[in-house]
């Protein structure tokens, strides 16, 4: 008895220890009669989920169907199931459970069978221990490391760590990203990360890594390096030696992309040698190509003109060679303009090396040179100037790390073989330029007077123009013309454009001296009235002020249907309104006939159409002509206007123009105003009328209203 007594109060021990320990613990326990379908706790898991103990008894039974979070039922009970079923030792399940007041809150449930009976299980214990405040942590820690990996990744910064114990390298994910890689692909190393830096940066950072290893000194460098996939980019990488009894044991830094930071850095420094030079660039700008510094068109056709003299002085001959770089559009296409701008250089300074010393090379725009070839006792002598340029075009350059291969076509033509004028002997040679094209490029090609080759390529050159007019590949573009005293629009000018598919969009300059003497520049003429008007007309619906001046060329001036034809066009729009449309003739057409070009003026004038003089100033001024001839306007040429506020003889002959048409009752039109001074020195000298980039550049007709709302805006 006494036996059965010490063992009872053992075993009442050990439950009390039992107990001790749970409440301790604070662990939920649960007893499941299975087979009875009965559900108990103690107190410690009631409290867990908000309840008293006496609260849940009646709630024991939902506890799967409505307290497990929805998520987790079907986890918890395929756990449950596999256990009682015997594929478990144990149930173990982390879920959520629903707390008294709604919530839910992390538990660890495990459990065991404890009883059987005929194989099936009958009786289950486990507990639940609250795991909440360690899924908060797990979660602040995932929301922390994916926190800080965005972080990296729009920094750009990676972080490594080396163990030199172990050579171990680690990079991080952004670090592999930045080398265009990821851990399956690439197994980093410090000689395979140190190979792929530029040699420069190379030998930096191998320097570096060799004073932290042995020295403990770390570094923060900027280097240049290849990605796995060959992209070349600039980083800066730091480092921090971490050491132990005063030997380096671990090497820690950061890794990050800074290209668009330096590149940036070299658009400023660039910026800022374009700026130190800046007064000596508008001291040549006058006379020299900006980029390459080579002679620009004004200098070339004083230099020309030089030429032609000295050959009719000495008996020698004079080369003109019009050069043309072959494939060039292509690389600027691929590569971008600034490695076009770089190439344009190099190949300036090879073919001018080619050269003899006293011959001229100059850039006339784009990829086009000229080279001025004189003193040649025999016009064959220049052939071998001209192999030397086409050996000097053709060879490899080296231009950013590039190797790149182009070639030239040269046109030339010969003075005294050829008589023309310098203007007529660069267009020789330019159309001697597209034969050498024609002929499989890398050529020179002399002109040919006797065959006409000249004749040839102009035929060619309208046969395309009249197609272009064909397929409708002509547009208007319209430059404004304001008060500048009331700040006020007065009119715009009508600018032909041809919208090429093959070149782009082209000036007037590229195809109208081609037709001035052939009657497609008639046909052409046409279409920019009826063009002009009818976009007036769509204008005078919004302000019926607007006017259009239109230029017309001498032929077409001078056509006996001229006038009948403007009848025709102006009864398409019977609200015309008297000198909406103003026709703009040059100096010399007017003088070439004054009788008739008169007559055809006073016309015009009747049916409501005015007329100005344009670019006056420049051709052969005849004041009993001026006198004769009843225009409205003179428009000063842009020659005289753009340099009047650095020369006092263009300034004067401003002056001069202003108030000869003062005298004729003429109002002034000044071309040409590129600054707020040059409107405000026109003003002072009494032309209250002007045009020019300083006040538009010409614009396609869907950008002019916009542009005269905004400058009604201004004058206000």
Not at 208 to 216: D, K, S, T
Not at 293 to 311: I, T
Not at 530 to 545: F, G, I, M, P, S
Not at 626 to 653: E, H
Request: hydrophobic content about 40%; overall charge negative; aromatic content about 8%.
């Amino acid at each position: 008895m006494k036996d059965l007594t010490t063992f009872e109060q053992t075993q009442d021990d050990h439950r009390e220890r039992l107990s001790l320990i749970v409440n301790a613990m604070a662990i939920g326990v649960w007893d499941w009669q299975i087979q009875a379908d009965k559900l108990t706790y103690n107190n410690h898991l009631a409290n867990m989920l908000g309840y008293e103990e006496s609260e849940i008894v009646p709630l024991a039974q939902e506890v799967w169907s409505k307290w497990i979070h929805p998520e987790d039922f079907v986890v918890a009970t395929k756990s449950v199931m596999h256990h009682l079923t015997g594929h478990t030792d144990v149930y173990e399940v982390e879920l959520r459970i629903r707390h008294k007041s709604g919530h839910y809150i992390w538990a660890l449930a495990s459990g065991r069978v404890v009883e059987w009976e005929n194989g099936q299980a009958k009786r289950m214990i486990g507990m639940h221990f609250d795991i909440n405040e360690r899924k908060k942590s797990d979660e602040s820690l995932v929301v922390t490391s994916q926190l800080l990996n965005q972080s990296q990744k729009i920094a750009r910064v990676g972080g490594w760590q080396l163990e030199l114990s172990t050579g171990k390298l680690f990079w991080t994910k952004e670090t592999y990203r930045l080398h265009d890689t990821s851990p399956e692909e690439f197994d980093p190393t410090v000689d395979a990360g140190v190979s792929y830096f530029l040699p420069e940066s190379q030998t930096l950072i191998s320097a570096a890594l060799y004073e932290a290893i042995n020295n403990g000194v770390g570094y923060d460098l900027e280097l240049q390096t290849y990605t796995t996939k060959g992209r070349k980019i600039d980083v800066r990488t730091t480092c921090v030696v971490t050491q132990e009894n005063g030997v380096s044991v671990r090497l820690t830094g950061i890794f990050q992309d800074i290209s668009e930071q330096k590149a940036i850095q070299r658009k400023l420094e660039k910026a800022n040698d374009e700026l130190a030079g800046a007064n000596k660039a508008l001291k040549l700008s006058a006379h020299y190509d900006s980029l390459t510094g080579l002679p620009n068109r004004y200098l070339l056709a004083d230099r020309m003109e030089q030429g032609v003299v000295k050959s009719s002085r000495s008996n020698t001959f004079l080369a003109i060679a019009f050069i043309d770089i072959d494939g060039f559009k292509a690389i600027n296409d691929k590569h971008g303009h600034d490695i076009g701008d770089e190439l344009l250089k190099k190949l300036g300074e090879a073919l001018k090396h080619s050269l003899r010393e006293g011959d001229t090379l100059a850039r006339i725009g784009g990829d086009e040179f000229v080279a001025v070839i004189d003193n040649l006792a025999k016009p064959s002598e220049g052939e071998l100037v001209l192999s030397r340029m086409l050996e000097a075009a053709s060879s490899p350059l080296i231009v950013d790390e590039r190797i790149l291969n182009v070639s030239a076509s040269i046109g030339v033509t010969v003075y005294p073989l050829d008589t023309s004028d310098p203007d007529q002997l660069l267009r020789h040679a330019d159309q001697a330029m597209y034969i050498a094209k024609q002929n499989g490029k890398n050529c020179y090609h002399i002109f040919d007077i006797e065959k006409d080759v000249a004749t040839k390529h102009h035929n060619e050159k309208l046969t395309r123009i009249g197609q272009a007019l064909i397929n409708n590949e002509f547009v208007l573009y319209y430059q404004p013309k304001v008060d500048l005293k009331k700040q006020q629009l007065v009119g715009l000018e009508a600018l032909i454009r041809w919208n090429d598919p093959d070149k782009g969009l082209r000036s007037p300059a590229d195809f109208l001296p081609e037709v001035e003497s052939n009657t497609l520049g008639i046909e052409i003429g046409k279409w920019v009235i009826q063009t002009a008007l009818k976009q007036l007309h769509e204008w005078r619906r919004v302000n019926d002020d607007i006017t259009i001046s239109v230029n017309i060329s001498p032929l077409h001036l001078q056509q006996p249907d001229f006038v009948s034809d403007l009848k025709a066009y102006l009864a398409i729009y019977p609200n015309y309104k008297a000198e909406s449309l103003d026709l703009e003739i040059v100096e010399s057409s007017a003088l070439d006939d004054i009788e008739l070009v008169s007559s055809i003026i006073k016309e015009c004038k009747q049916i409501g159409v005015s007329f100005s003089i344009d670019d006056f100033g420049v051709g052969y001024s005849s004041l009993v002509y001026l006198k004769r001839l009843p225009v409205k306007y003179l428009k000063i040429d842009q020659s005289f206007v753009r340099d009047m506020l650095v020369d006092m003889d263009d300034k004067a002959i401003i002056q001069g123009i202003i108030e000869l048409a003062k005298v004729f009752n003429l109002t002034v039109i000044a071309e040409g105003v590129e600054t707020d001074k040059h409107g405000d020195v026109l003003l002072a000298l009494g032309c209250l009328f002007a045009q020019g980039y300083g006040i538009a550049r010409p614009m396609p007709s869907s950008e002019f209203l916009p542009w005269l709302s905004e400058f009604n805006k201004q004058a206000t």
